[in-house]
């Protein structure tokens, strides 16, 4: 087998601390290789970290996939890693593509995507599976007054927490249902919520399951994490995993835990999130198992792999770029 492994970020944006991790995953399995990053603005800070970072056109464009395609020849692509929750259905629809070239995308079967990057799917998948979660409030529900303030007002199709709203008076859920874009009304659940890290390997088997506390959030990212190697969230998210046919590396889950100890789950990102760096610093080195997954290295138990209490406080960094003229 080759000692060398390149790999390409597609939508790099801000996931500097991410792809930084995969660069080290690399030094520390002796590999040679480049990290090569894709995106529609050279304005992206992690644009400006990798060996080598082209302009593309936007995923919504029909030259998208011919030119990451084009890339990943020129490059010697081995592992293309998808950021954004945009371009994960196009990509998994064109995954062949890649495979063709030699290049394998670490994305879930279209499948999955579908039910994740949709509210109503996402629900009817969980209460499918015995999977408790929140309830969604049919328009009928809620002219007729079939349901209890207060209430979640979100899009069907959001992701990075925009849009989202909390309607305690009838004068509030009136508007919020009109002002979110394909609005969907949701139960409220007090509690703490927890981001789940889920490692599935290629053969579809859940590896392993980090659950974070969100401390703190801040534009629909958390900002202040913490670990809590908690049996039964953990259990929880196993088994939405092992549900999920069809999924591939990490994908990350949502819950809130209730004030009653009830384990609600809400939501399902078939990507890295962005607090993904807490879980890899905890030891449950994903960067490293991706890599080792591709090459058919990943042997080891890794389930129990990670230590619990650690706690991830952000803050702003810095990446200067040196320009010609104005902008």
């Not at 994305?107 to 408790?132: H, L, Q, W, Y």
Request: charged share 25%; aromatic share 6%; net charge negative.
């Amino acid at each position: 087998m080759k000692n060398t492994c390149n790999i390409l970020f597609t939508s790099c944006g801000r996931r500097v601390s991410l792809i930084r991790h995969f660069i080290k995953a690399l030094r520390q399995l002796n590999l040679d290789g480049n990290i090569v990053a894709a995106d529609a603005s050279d304005r992206s800070p992690a644009f400006h970290i990798t060996d080598r970072s082209y302009l593309v056109p936007r995923v919504n464009t029909a030259e998208y996939i011919p030119r990451l395609v084009d890339i990943c020849s020129q490059e010697q692509i081995g592992i293309v890693i998808p950021l954004i929750d945009t371009e994960l259905a196009v990509l998994a629809e064109n995954r062949h593509c890649f495979d063709l070239i030699g290049a394998q995308v670490i994305v879930s079967d279209p499948e999955v995507i579908a039910i994740g990057m949709n509210k109503t799917e996402t629900c009817a998948f969980f209460k499918r599976n015995g999977i408790d979660t929140p309830e969604i409030y049919t328009a009928q529900d809620i002219e007729q007054g079939r349901y209890h303030l207060p209430l979640m007002v979100k899009p069907n199709d959001g992701s990075a927490s925009k849009m989202v709203f909390k309607a305690e008076t009838h004068e509030q859920l009136t508007f919020f249902r009109h002002y979110v874009p394909h609005a969907i009304v949701q139960e409220f659940i007090d509690g703490d919520e927890y981001t789940l890290d889920v490692f599935v390997d290629l053969n579809g088997l859940v590896r392993c399951v980090v659950p974070r506390l969100r401390l703190e959030v801040r534009a629909g990212e958390v900002s202040k994490g913490l670990i809590v190697k908690n049996d039964r969230i953990i259990a929880a998210g196993k088994k939405v995993g092992e549900c999920l046919s069809g999924t591939r590396g990490c994908i990350t889950l949502q819950c809130i835990v209730t004030r009653q100890d009830a384990i609600k789950m809400i939501e399902i990102n078939p990507r890295f999130g962005g607090g993904a760096p807490l879980s890899i610093e905890a030891g449950a080195d994903m960067p490293k198992w991706v890599v080792q997954m591709v090459r058919g290295q990943l042997n080891e138990d890794v389930e129990r792999s990670y230590r619990d209490g650690l706690m991830m406080l952000r803050y702003d960094d810095e990446i200067f770029v040196q320009c010609q003229g104005p902008g």
